[in-house]
């Protein structure tokens, strides 16, 4: 084969596989030896190098020749900036193998041998008493968590399903409906109030994450702290929805 004088010490190539789906670029030195960027490539695409058969590429993807010749210096090949080194894997490894994360071998360590070291960030918020084991800040936390639902629950206890209401929330312009449902719910802690708006202004039909409270039309349907709650005489009003 003819040798081509090239002046350039280094030439960047992409690097395929039979192994994977994707190209890597790489810049390497035309003084390698075939058998030495076969070392190379082992990190590159997860081959054997005693596995490995080269093949060149052109840039337009165009077969050259085969890098065949293991103490033949990778520069002695017709191989340029833009070309592509296509390896086939002949260990017997399955394409894509090298992708599958599902399949590596994930470290896992209880709780409690978690626990028992002492460079840990757990063991440093310990012994600094922050987050979760400040207890005197978690006491304050739950007291206060208490305090709110004492007052839901006070506030919920004065509102009857089946009365009109009114909701004020901020931002928003009061919304006329009737209440249908008083009470705790799976979705979010705390005293809730189901509302059955006179308008499609709400979020859902009575129903959250598969579980129903109470029944409406799709977008009639709302969940609303107590305290935004007001009950009392309100007639249905005219939204003007239906208007073109």
Request: hydrophobic share 30%.
């Amino acid at each position: 084969m003819e040798v081509t004088g090239i002046s350039a010490p280094t030439v960047t190539v992409f690097i395929s596989s039979s192994l994977n789906s994707f190209r890597s670029e790489k810049r390497y030195s035309r003084s390698l030896t075939i058998a030495e960027l076969k070392c190379k490539l082992q990190l590159v695409v997860g081959s054997p190098a005693s596995c490995m058969e080269l093949e060149l590429y052109g840039a337009d993807d165009k077969f050259y020749s085969k890098l065949d010749q293991e103490d033949a210096l990778l520069g002695s090949y017709p191989v340029d900036d833009g070309c592509r080194i296509h390896v086939i894997d002949h260990s017997g490894i399955r394409l894509g193998e090298y992708e599958d994360v599902s399949k590596v071998e994930k470290y896992e360590m209880s709780s409690e041998a978690y626990d028992r070291r002492q460079n840990t960030v757990r063991s440093f918020m310990k012994r600094s008493k922050v987050g979760p084991y400040n207890e005197e800040l978690r006491a304050q936390q739950e007291a206060e968590a208490a305090q709110r639902l004492s007052e839901e629950k006070a506030q919920a206890s004065a509102i009857s399903v089946g009365s009109r209401c009114e909701v004020q929330a901020a931002g928003q312009s009061p919304r006329r409906g009737t209440v249908m449902y008083v009470g705790l719910t799976d979705f979010k802690p705390g005293y809730w109030v189901g509302v059955r708006y006179d308008e499609p202004l709400g979020k859902n039909d009575g129903s959250v994450n598969g579980k129903r409270y109470f029944e409406c039309q799709a977008k009639y349907g709302a969940f609303v702290k107590p305290a935004l709650v007001t009950v009392g005489e309100f007639p249905e009003e005219d939204y003007g929805l239906d208007e073109m």
